[in-house]
């Protein structure tokens, strides 16, 4: 995951949150989080 991309970031987004944080989110939470990330209007 060198390069940040939305497609790759989503996952990355799901396994910090599942594994650091013990917050298991949905595929379209995650979206919705690198969607921010990325400059999207929240």
Request: hydrophobic fraction near 50%; charged fraction near 15%.
């Amino acid at each position: 995951m060198a390069v940040a991309m939305v497609d790759n970031q989503c996952v990355a987004m799901r396994r910090m949150l599942s594994e650091d944080h013990g917050i298991k989110a949905p595929q379209y939470d995650a979206q919705a989080l690198v969607a921010v990330t990325f400059g999207a209007a929240g």
